[in-house]
């Protein structure tokens, strides 16, 4: 039985996003969320029925057509106009991995009823999350007029200062019927895989496009799983020193507390605690010592290892507060 999270308004922590992608979590929304995304919508809806005056990219073109004036009868043909327009992606694709934490993303950042997206879109990303679909999202991207390309490992793609518009473009083509998607190992196109589930294709509505383009679920979605893997593999290079001094038959006068606490750096510290804390118990490292000091990869693990703690963790601040943001522009 698969266990269900309820997007909320609640903080969802990188501990959480791995566990919920690891154990195969279901996702819905709490009242609260559905609540929060309906009175946004009624909002806006009722500002455009009642106000005159221009809303950027709503009642409004886009970038340099800011100044043109949509008629009401084609504010979803300029949403859908928008995601077709963005997705342009092109290489390889990004792993189905980091597809799943684009949707996760993606959807509570819009749960949060600043976005003015309407409920029927939202739970049609969980949807895709819950049956495992993923949208056919390309590895490298940019949007002609702008450079401001950045680099993923062997990756590019994306528009630095407006979010992942491309890649984003390509994660939400499934919801109106186009693109592609993964399911079950085979390829679909987005209206094939909506005729099998029996779902209706979301007809965009003013605002739509820019809230699903708008925001920054790609380049965190590989921050997250990049922080989990680094987490990982810090653990294991406490576990693997440890063993290694421990065969080497050092000393453990270097992971004193003492001797870190004058140093003050938290990673620091922490490392030798661990490391004191996986040597309780040892016979070897009790017994009579014949080095006087044991080289530097022994002795100063807890600097170097506790240097990339402190990395992770501020890293980890950083992506932990976008993770928990409206990423919209503009924000209702």
């Not at 109106?176 to 007809?203: H, N, P, Q, R, T």
């Not at 820019?210 to 921050?223: E, I, P, R, V």
Request: negative net charge; charged residues 20%; glycine residues 8%.
């Amino acid at each position: 039985m698969n266990k269900i999270h309820q997007i909320s308004a609640e903080h969802l922590s990188i501990e959480q996003i791995g566990e919920i992608i690891k154990n195969g979590t279901k996702l819905e929304l709490s009242e609260d969320a559905r609540q929060r995304i309906i009175r946004c919508r009624e909002y806006l809806d009722n500002k455009i029925k009642e106000s005159e005056t221009p809303i950027y990219g709503v009642t409004t073109g886009f970038g340099s057509l800011c100044k043109i004036s949509i008629d009401k009868d084609s504010l979803s043909q300029l949403q859908k106009n928008l995601v077709m327009s963005h997705a342009c992606g092109v290489g390889d694709r990004v792993p189905n991995e980091i597809v799943k934490i684009m949707l996760l993303l993606k959807i509570q950042s819009l749960s949060y009823g600043y976005s003015a997206c309407q409920l029927k879109t939202v739970e049609r990303l969980i949807d895709f999350f819950n049956n495992d679909i993923y949208p056919i999202v390309y590895m490298q991207g940019s949007l002609g007029a702008s450079n401001d390309i950045y680099p993923i490992v062997y990756m590019q793609g994306s528009l630095g200062a407006s979010g992942d518009l491309v890649p984003l473009a390509h994660l939400c083509l499934p919801l109106i019927g186009m693109g592609e998607v993964e399911y079950k190992g085979e390829i679909f196109s987005g209206a094939d895989i909506l005729k099998k589930m029996g779902w209706d294709i979301i007809e965009l509505v003013s605002k739509e496009g820019l809230a699903l383009l708008n925001g920054t679920q790609n380049m965190n979605a590989f921050a997250v799983w990049a922080l989990l893997q680094s987490e990982r593999l810090s653990e294991w290079a406490d576990v693997i020193g440890t063993m290694s001094l421990e065969a080497y038959d050092g000393r453990i006068e270097p992971f004193t507390h003492a001797v870190h606490a004058v140093r003050h750096h938290k990673g620091q510290i922490d490392t030798a605690a661990r490391i004191r804390e996986l040597l309780e118990g040892s016979e070897l490292i009790k017994q009579p010592k014949v080095n006087v000091q044991d080289p530097y990869s022994f002795r100063c693990m807890p600097q170097v290892h506790g240097a990339s703690k402190d990395t992770i963790a501020y890293v980890k601040s950083v992506v932990d507060i976008e993770v928990n943001a409206a990423t919209d522009n503009p924000t209702v």
